[in-house]
């Protein structure tokens, strides 16, 4: 009888705290107890690995076995420490080598048979493990997912009694190759099949090459929704440290079969205007990452924009500026990366038809008011681009049917070479520009600084709008290739402020020529 000491990882939102293992099997009556804040799932594990002890011809100690879960104020959930709770009592009674425990890191929940089932959240642990300079020890189910990190020796098993055998030096377990899967096919829609809406591709392609938020106005079926689906396919590739921080993610999310199949490649997330705060953001008694995380590095798209909760949409305006997520609650709190590209689709009124020739539109100014008081002015301060997505008269789209149309490909090389122009000069796209940032990288001529004043005074613009338009001004330069931004660029950036342009004085007249 004895003390054993091995090593797990918990889970607490994308992260992995260290958990020690701590058994000892001591003299006294028949009894197993566990200590260190386990919730209910880590206390059945007793029973669990009771059964697989037995039935891989383990024997269970017959006297007073503690387990302390260390640290004792974190908490520790799921089946995750079965494996090592079973390893940590074999090498407490001396039927496994203790000596090895310490350079390896376990993970696994036990069927009573002996064998291991998969487990979730396992990229964060495995990351973790890496840079603790240990081996991870895990199910052969969640060896390809952990084999996403490099640098990482993963050992996968079927069942405990191959650990077991591993430890005490009878059969070796094999070592998983750390082979990166390849990355997903390009399948998104392609740009080519929407007719018309130049201005609007503009915009896309604007947003696409500096990360910009975007919001499309306009009346059903013009083709908003087909834009908006179109801008995962003219969008860079993930890098792999990107990839890696989506998959992480994805893996605390239940989402982790999916890794391989979309590696490498933009998430894009389009909730329903009925989705609440919780299922948009994250949260809920055991903190889960929301569709905001889940689209981290990729897009978000929020179709009907203002049919969505007011209180649910204003969560989005911290995530907007920081790239995360804090969710607090009573017993734990979490924080999640939320770095998305926003893009909103929204009506002109609520009949949809405000400014149709047809003359459809039968809404009143204080209807289509309150239809767009429900968007606050502080969220449509951060949207970079407001852009019209006018109704099509049917002759130019029977024309445009048999012209030729650029394709997301050709798109996405000009996005490309405008990406790395902005990550060369200062490591990231246009729109993470700290002000500091902007001051170096985004200067005015005097007829720059001339046009801005009018701007800000004609539009009324906040501090805010003043630079995200300086902001998708240096995108568009970067788009010409141009090193410093011109008058051109600058016009072009505040165009695209439409609803600023709708709410300052003399409404849509109120021009800044």
Known sequence: MGLSVLYSRARVGIEAPP??????????????????????????SKDRVRGALANSQFEFPAGRVTINLAPADLPKEGGRFDLPIALGILGASGQIQSAPLSVHEFLGELALSGELRPIDAVLPAALAARDAGRALVLPRANAAEAALVSGLQILPADRLLDVCEHLNGLTALAVHPLDEPPPAPDNAPD?????????????????????????????????????????????????????????????????APAIPLHWRQRPFRSPHHTASGIALVGGGANPRPGEISLAHHGVLFLDELPEFDRRVLEVLREPLESGQIHIS?????????????????????????????????????????RYRARLSGPLLDRIDLHVEVPRLPAEQLQTEAHAPAESSATVKQRVAAARSLAEARAGKPNSALEPREIERDCPLGNDGQQLMQRAMQRLALSARAYHRILKVARTIADLDHQERITPLHLGEAIGYRRLDREQAPGGMGGGVG
Do not use: W
Request: proline letters at 8%; glycine letters at 10%.
């Open 19 to 44: 958990v020690t293992v701590e058994v000892h099997a001591g003299v006294g009556l028949p009894s197993l107890s566990i200590v260190g804040l386990p919730e209910l799932a880590v206390r059945e």
């Open 191 to 255: 740009l080519a099949e929407v007719r018309g809406q130049p201005q609007a591709k503009r915009a896309l392609e604007i947003a696409a090459a500096g990360a910009h938020s975007l919001l499309l106005l306009g009346p059903p079926g013009t083709g908003k929704s087909m834009l908006a689906a179109r801008l995962p396919g003219i969008l860079p590739r993930l890098t792999e440290a990107e990839a890696v921080e989506v998959a992480a993610v994805h893996s605390v999310s239940q989402l």
């Open 329 to 369: 609650r009573a017993a734990r709190s979490a924080e999640f990366p939320a770095r998305f590209q926003l893009v909103g689709a929204m009506n002109p009124c609520p009949c949809g038809y405000l400014g149709d020739p047809s003359g459809r539109c039968r809404c009143t100014q204080e209807q289509v008011s």
